[in-house]
């Protein structure tokens, strides 16, 4: 979970002290700063029409909505990448078991040497004629290994298959090109990279998608919502593009504008920057834990915001993180790695005094 930058903070502060006085809350306002929020996101995103893009509360709403309209395909497979985000596994398990279908759980190999190249040969030699879907993230949650999307997209679009991405480990951090990439769909929280608060997100759902069915039926995804005399009058048809998949109550008057204000600080930043910024202030750390001992991903298979570090030899991991606790370093436990996810708000230093304390 990201910190709060303060102008984010101040636009939660603006937006709070609005619902003090509801009679300044206008019919426009239920709009305005969603279709803001949409934009900003596309652009990110090189996301061709920001109406492709949808207001979501969580990863597990945006894998749900996927998972409602996946059609047709008893005896196919689902592959996912082991060990990934619950949120990003769990529909495929309940979607598995109610159309009859195969998970495929790719692992990585065993090896340390170029452990990140083969996982994604393995992921690879997976998909066949037999593949329903690909659900994975940009990058591994646990230990930032990068997965080769253009690769995985080509051998999907060969089978006839989906790409749906979890994004919320790398977007914002990490350059992600919608138009370059085509997946079907990307689902992204936006508590971490994205800098805004909880309980809201953003998606983008591909032609696929285009005529299914939303996991709810609220009121302001419906044709000609804006005219709110007329709600009494009700309409069979959506609003335009993937709008049909918004949240009920989207319109958040005080989360919204928040996640607006970080997208927009970080499309002035560039998530590139922010990620040469990551690769500069850890390089010299990771070289010296790697001739201590420690295990990294090699720097082509993994990525620079988001690393996991695997202690030598002997050494309990529990204790490793304990002492950096100890230090006011903060990191965490995932699997048998520490995860490290520096950003603009680090610096070199940190990053060394990190090393020395588990060099020891």
Not at 242 to 270: C, H, Q, W
Request: glycine residues 8%; proline residues 5%.
């Amino acid at each position: 979970m990201s910190p709060m930058p303060n102008s984010v903070l101040e636009a939660g502060k603006r937006s709070f002290s609005g619902k003090l006085d509801p009679t300044t809350i206008r019919q426009e306002d239920f709009f305005s700063d969603q279709e803001k929020l949409k934009r900003e996101f596309a652009g990110m995103c090189n996301i061709s029409d920001y109406l492709n893009v949808s207001i979501i509360p969580s990863v597990s709403y945006g894998m749900a909505t996927v998972a409602k309209n996946i059609r047709g395909n008893k005896g196919g497979r689902i592959i996912i990448a082991s060990e990934q985000f619950p949120s990003n596994v769990y529909p495929w398990q309940d979607l598995a078991r109610l159309q009859d279908l195969e998970m495929v759980i790719v692992s990585p190999p065993d090896q340390t040497n170029e452990r990140g190249k083969q996982w994604n040969e393995n992921i690879l030699n997976a998909i066949d004629e037999r593949t329903v879907m690909v659900a994975i993230g940009n990058v591994h949650w646990a230990d930032g290994t990068k997965f080769d999307l253009m690769r995985i997209r080509k051998a999907t679009r060969e089978a006839g298959a989906l790409l749906i991405i979890d994004g919320t480990q790398s977007v914002g951090a990490l350059p992600f090109d919608v138009g370059q990439i085509d997946p079907d769909a990307l689902i992204c929280a936006g508590y971490k990279w994205l800098m805004g608060p909880y309980s809201l997100g953003l998606a983008y759902y591909g032609e696929y998608f285009r005529d299914g069915q939303p996991l709810e039926h609220n009121w302001i995804n419906r044709y000609n919502s804006e005219n709110f005399r007329n709600l009494v009058n009700y309409e069979e048809r959506f609003q335009p593009g993937m709008t049909r998949y918004d949240m009920g109550e989207k319109s958040n008057f005080i989360l919204v504008p928040m996640l607006l204000t970080a997208l927009r600080l970080l499309n002035e930043i560039t998530p590139a920057a922010i990620q040469e910024y990551c690769t500069q202030i850890s390089t010299d750390a990771l070289d010296r834990l790697t001739k201590a001992g420690w295990w990294v991903e090699d720097p082509r298979y993994r990525a620079s915001h988001l690393f996991g570090l695997r202690p030598p030899a002997g050494m309990e991991i529990t204790d490793a993180s304990d002492r950096l606790i100890q230090n006011n370093i903060y990191v965490s436990l995932r699997g048998s790695v520490i995860r490290v996810s520096p950003n603009i708000y680090n610096d070199r230093d940190e990053l060394n005094r990190m090393a020395d304390i588990l060099i020891g």
